[in-house]
């Protein structure tokens, strides 16, 4: 019976950390075009926090009790239709939610090869924070070899994957981070200028960075003040993309500003996309983020790994905000 | 001696239309890779109005006291390394200033042919308008055939023309104005869905009228409050072009409104672009916008022609804001 059950880390009711508890659920089984992944570790991801309050609208066809936005693990069960995957290859990916579980069940071309060098267990918080960033970063924003990217928050998990994805795609990269060991830890993993974020002079430290051109790209996780001062040390054609905003869903804009920089703000989220273009992401990141990952030594930033059972003491570590890179559940 | 000389008209000293007058200055001569165009007409622009009060930057090269950004007339004399125009050929475009004038002289690869079907009178008003809501409609913010767009101000020169573009590529056409006598003219012309924007109900009245999708591409060309109301009534993936900002410089914008819409919002300005970036653009437009206005039977709305000695009179007009469509002087 032990394939037809599974177990996964339930919300019991909304509420604060103590209602996530293990649980048996039944296993699910691949469709036609499907596979299943027996996973080994669950990256956590502060919408998962919104989601156990009972303040984060899960997509159809997801399970509304079990959390869980990413992982990674190997395929121990594919669809009849299915082609380019065998039980036993490594497989990564993003979910609507059920993350949480010993195993998940995804359409084959949505999920993704975990790049060689790269842990399995690793891998199970690297698919959310890396493709944000990449599908942010460089398919949206376009940042180019030879340019500069300001990362705000680059000691986050998103953070530190833009930064490294940055650097591997040379161009230049500056960060902010309003706690100092943060910063120090980002310029071990290789950020060029590291700037204070609390205060509010970081535009000019920007500005003075760059000998007064102002950046190409921003990568926003912030949100709030933050976005204004992004329009204040953007250079000329700059794009600036708000992926986060911790600090506050509101900002005041200088639109001549916009104007005379001839720069971009654009939002961007991609939790709620419609399949095909989940599809499309994870195909291209298969096609370009992976192999750039191989080549450039890429380092998936794990804080730390909790079992099932710890579920809650890992939703405290990530609500602390203490946590440098990511924290993932792992199945033993 | 008349060869030396032409008629242009001066800012005396930094004021009111009363400043502007006629003079005689020299007449330039084309350099080897340079143009000089016989101006039948020179368009109006707000920035004119701007600069005649010592309030616009006059670009590096341009002349400080003559405005203009734009002209209409017929080559009179080429460079000995031109190429592609020849005396007699009907030639408008974009200057940095010194476009009210009875020459101008360009790059011959920054001058764009008039399009067959419209007077070269008619054209002097037509470059800033046509290029401008052209560049921002479709090359910035991408419309396509089948998508629909909002367009503020759709009364204004650059208005008509962002409407007569999006009509004849296949869009749907919303606009605003605040002057119903505008709407009316402006529907005449083909508007769709035609918005009173002087109240702040108008971003609910574009979602009743998109069946609560929102528009694809908004053009605003009025800025301050206008901003936040776009963001109100976008579709997904839809893009903000802001283009000019009358009603102010200053808004607040709901980034997270921005980010689940995956929206942007870009700046843009024609008249502080590099060469290059002219060229580049003149060429597209020469290459796709001509034809189309010819294909389409594009109508510049002009609203009033001048004689130069009239010229206080016709920015008394502009500063009004009473005009549908362009102003401008007219050489005999």
């Known amino acids: 019976?032990?394939?037809?059950?599974?177990?996964?880390?339930?919300?019991?009711e909304f509420g604060g950390p103590e209602v996530l508890e293990v649980r048996e659920v039944p296993r699910p089984?691949?469709?036609?075009?499907?596979?299943?992944?027996?996973?080994a570790a669950s990256g956590l991801n502060r919408a998962d926090l919104l989601q156990r309050r009972g303040r984060y609208p899960v997509p159809h066809g997801s399970p509304a009790d079990i959390p869980g936005l990413e992982y990674a693990g190997v395929v121990d069960r594919v669809g009849a239709l299915v082609r380019d995957w065998a039980p036993g290859d490594r497989a990564m990916g993003l979910v609507g939610g059920g993350g949480y579980a010993e195993a998940v069940v995804?359409?084959?071309r949505e999920a993704i090869p975990i790049p060689e060098g790269i842990d399995t267990v690793a891998a199970g918080a690297l698919p959310e924070a890396w493709l944000t960033a990449w599908?942010?970063?460089?398919?949206?924003?376009?940042?180019?070899?030879?340019?500069?990217?300001?990362?705000h928050a680059v000691g986050s998990g998103v953070g530190t994957a833009a930064l490294q994805i940055a650097r591997a795609s040379g161009a230049r990269t500056l960060g902010t981070s309003?706690?100092?060991?943060?910063?120090?830890?980002?310029?071990a993993l290789g950020l060029e200028v590291a700037i204070e974020g609390g205060d509010t002079d970081w535009p000019a430290r920007v500005m003075d960075a760059t000998g007064g051109r102002g950046v190409d790209v921003v990568v926003d996780l912030v949100g709030g003040a933050y976005v204004a001062g992004d329009l204040a040390c953007v250079a000329e054609r700059g794009r600036i993309v708000v992926v986060?905003?911790?600090?506050?869903?509101?900002?005041?804009?200088?639109?001549?500003?916009?104007?005379?920089?001839?720069?971009?703000?654009?939002?961007?989220?991609?939790?709620a996309r419609p399949l095909e273009e989940k599809i499309a992401l994870a195909r291209e990141a298969t096609r370009r983020l992976v192999p750039l990952m191989e080549r450039s030594g890429a380092v998936p930033v794990v804080e730390r790994t909790f079992p099932p059972e710890q579920a809650a003491e890992a939703h405290r570590m990530m609500e602390s905000n203490l946590n440098f890179g990511t924290l993932s559940i792992v199945w033993g």
Chains 1, 2 share one sequence.
Request: hydrophobic residues 45%; aromatic residues 2%.
């Open 1 to 12: 019976m032990a394939e037809r059950s599974m177990r996964a880390v339930v919300i019991r």
């Open 29 to 39: 089984e691949p469709g036609p075009w499907e596979i299943r992944v027996a996973v």
């Open 106 to 108: 995804v359409h084959e």
């Open 135 to 151: 599908d942010a970063m460089v398919l949206q924003a376009d940042l180019q070899a030879g340019e500069s990217v300001l990362i």
């Open 178 to 187: 309003r706690t100092p060991s943060k910063l120090e830890r980002a310029t």
């Open 244 to 271: 986060g905003v911790p600090a506050g869903r509101e900002t005041g804009i200088d639109l001549r500003r916009l104007m005379s920089r001839r720069a971009s703000i654009t939002g961007t989220v991609l939790r």
